[in-house]
T-cell receptor, first 113, second 111 residues
Framework: DQQVKQNSPSLSVQEGRISILNCDYT??????FLWYKKYPAEGPTFLIS?????DKNEDGRFTVFLNKSAKHLSLHIVPSQPGDSAVYFC????????????FGSGTQLTVLP | EPEVTQTPSHQVTQMGQEVILRCVPI?????FYWYRQILGQKVEFLVS????????KSEIFDDQFSVERPDGSNFTLKIRSTKLEDSAMYFC?????????FGSGTQLSVL
């Protein structure tokens, strides 16, 4: 039951270019979406979030776009830096679900110098 | 910056033994969680805890699992009789407003 899907297990990007990570969801009750970054041997670190009342949220080099009709969100990182190399997880939740998150399977981003 | 801390970082145990994984959530957070990640798989929800009781649990969280908040700071996950398939990285998380903050995890290896 994959309610949150990240179809690209890996992505390689040149330093300075844009990284675009994609995420699709199937549960129409999800109304809050988050992106987490994870380095090896560390826990996921919160990056950026968006609620369903918005279609874009920006924080520095990170922008999340939400297309509710397509049940699709994406994370844009620009410019990409080598330190951005990590696994990126998309996560989603329903407001009334005691705040548990459903995670995608992750995308390994490699930023090449 | 406040953080979620987990101990131990690594735990090796024999099949059938009991293990307790410990977590200290961020002090003003109200919601507490355990997640796990089996090697090569996605991060999976186990259980959420609010107001001193379990609020949600997944099908993974069977009778072998229990959680406790024994005092005002610690949040523990107990596995009564470990199985080989319990080997995973276990993450504790806490939240105040929907954004979860994760600890660095406990790598559990069941032999």
């Amino acid at each position: 039951d994959q309610q949150v899907k990240q179809n690209s297990p890996s992505l390689s990007v040149q330093e300075g270019r844009i990284s675009i990570l994609n995420c699709d969801y199937t549960n129409s009750m999800f109304d809050y979406f988050l992106w987490y970054k994870k380095y090896p041997a560390e826990g996921p670190t919160f990056l950026i979030s968006i609620s369903s009342i918005k279609d874009k949220n920006e924080d520095g080099r990170f922008t999340v776009f939400l297309n509710k009709s397509a049940k699709h969100l994406s994370l844009h990182i620009v410019p990409s830096q080598p330190g951005d190399s990590a696994v990126y997880f998309c996560a989603a939740k329903e407001s009334g679900s005691a705040r548990q998150l459903t995670f995608g399977s992750g995308t390994q981003l490699t930023v090449l110098p | 910056e406040p953080e979620v801390t987990q101990t131990p970082s690594h735990q090796v145990t024999q099949m059938g033994q009991e293990v307790i994984l410990r977590c200290v959530p961020i002090s003003n957070h109200l919601y507490f969680y355990w997640y796990r990640q089996i090697l090569g798989q996605k991060v999976e929800f186990l259980v959420s805890f609010y107001n001193n009781e379990i609020s949600e649990k997944s099908e993974i969280f069977d009778d072998q699992f229990s959680v406790e908040r024994p005092d005002g700071s610690n949040f523990t996950l107990k596995i009564r009789s470990t199985k080989l398939e319990d080997s995973a990285m276990y993450f504790c998380a806490s939240s105040l407003d929907g954004k979860l903050f994760f600890g660095s995890g406990t790598q559990l290896s069941v032999l």
